[in-house]
């Protein structure tokens, strides 16, 4: 039996998934951040090096007998001096000829979407959208949480933080999302909040984007500042996916499949409904549909692409049978 070992890297966690060629899942873990501009790229090294060997052992599988690896890694791609540096970054654990990196993004579209046609947004810690269709490739958003990963947990955070700000000083009325966030940071004075953002030690990306759920909190709470940022992220990841399929050629009146996957989904309450009625109301046509596997199968199934023997169909549904429907907290 041929395994394949796939690694969905994350700003907040990472996955890897070890199979073999009928889908029967040997092994899994999960292990911290692979965001190596927040990490280093010898913290990358080593997070990595750790999984591989542990997700190894775990299923019984030796490393020079891996048939191949897909690691999707967040910002891989967007520095061309690094990329060689990135490329190697499981060696020497694996041979270079038997894995290769790529951005994450790859891996919630061939989760989501089992490697068919189509695009995939993702909003977890950043946001980025990535498609396929008739040969051709293509990717939106993703830029970098100072100037872009707009509707992505940090995004909202940022603009929760914002909202704070405001409120505290009297810009804007004090609504739910004011108490979430003293209660949070445990306030006796609101400028407080400056030292737990800035440091030192400064809040990681990590950190400020796992302050989503307060601001959830708020929005059903009822504090409309914290809903209408929701809304917005919504139609901030719409015109990311709209933007793509665009650039992908695709006719206008094709109903193209379009799915999700990470963290900012679990707010489905609050996100969902916009997001969708954005989709509907754009003029171009989608099949909307929920993930069938997580971005971490995503990246075993894509690893067996790259190998030149692509998981059958009773393979891929024996995966799904054991994994589950797509998660979303990823």
């Known amino acids: 039996m041929k395994t394949y070992l796939g690694v969905d890297g994350g700003g907040t966690k990472t996955d890897f998934l070890l199979i073999d060629e009928s889908g029967r899942l040997l092994a899994k873990q999960?292990?911290?951040s692979a965001y190596y501009l927040e990490t280093g790229v010898e913290g990358l090294r080593t997070m990595l090096a750790n999984g591989i060997a542990a997700t190894l052992a775990a299923g019984s599988v030796s490393a020079d007998t891996l048939e191949f690896a897909f690691f999707g890694l967040p910002a891989h791609?967007?520095?061309?001096?690094?990329?060689?540096?990135?490329?190697?970054?499981?060696?020497?654990?694996?041979?270079?000829e038997h894995y290769r990196c790529g951005n994450d993004m790859v891996c919630g579209w061939a989760g989501a979407l089992a490697g068919r046609d189509g695009l995939s947004i993702v909003a977890g810690t950043g946001s980025i959208a990535y498609g396929e269709y008739a040969g051709r490739t293509a990717r939106g958003g993703g830029w970098g949480e100072l100037f872009s990963d707009?509707?992505?947990?940090?995004?909202?955070?940022?603009?929760?933080?914002?909202?704070?700000?405001?409120?505290?000083?009297?810009?804007?009325?004090?609504?739910?999302?004011?108490?979430a966030l003293r209660d949070h940071f445990k306030l006796d004075d609101d400028l407080d909040i400056c030292a737990a953002v800035y440091g030192p030690p400064p809040m990681t990306r990590s950190a400020i984007a796992a302050l989503a759920?307060?601001?959830?909190?708020?929005?059903?709470?009822?504090?409309?500042?914290?809903?209408?940022?929701?809304?917005?992220?919504?139609?901030?990841?719409?015109?990311?996916?709209?933007?793509?399929?665009?650039?992908?050629?695709?006719?206008?009146?094709?109903?193209?499949?379009?799915?999700?996957?990470?963290?900012?989904?679990?707010?489905?309450?609050?996100?969902?409904?916009?997001?969708?009625?954005a989709l509907n109301s754009s003029g171009r046509g989608y099949e909307f549909t929920t993930p069938l596997l997580s971005p971490g199968a995503g990246a075993v199934l894509y690893a067996a692409r790259l190998s030149g023997s692509p998981l059958t169909q009773p393979a891929i549904a024996e995966l799904a049978r054991q994994l589950g429907t797509g998660s979303i907290d990823q």
């Open 77 to 96: 791609g967007e520095d061309s001096k690094l990329l060689s540096v990135l490329d190697a970054a499981a060696s020497p654990t694996l041979s270079s």
């Open 213 to 277: 759920p307060v601001i959830a909190q708020a929005a059903r709470a009822g504090d409309e500042k914290a809903r209408g940022l929701f809304h917005a992220a919504a139609l901030e990841l719409a015109a990311i996916v709209d933007a793509v399929r665009d650039r992908l050629g695709v006719p206008r009146d094709l109903a193209l499949p379009v799915s999700y996957s990470g963290g900012m989904f679990q707010f489905a309450d609050l996100l969902m409904e916009p997001f969708r009625s």
């Open 30 to 32: 999960r292990a911290g």
């Open 150 to 179: 707009e509707g992505s947990a940090y995004w909202l955070a940022r603009e929760g933080l914002s909202v704070f700000s405001r409120m505290s000083d009297g810009r804007a009325a004090q609504g739910p999302l004011y108490e």
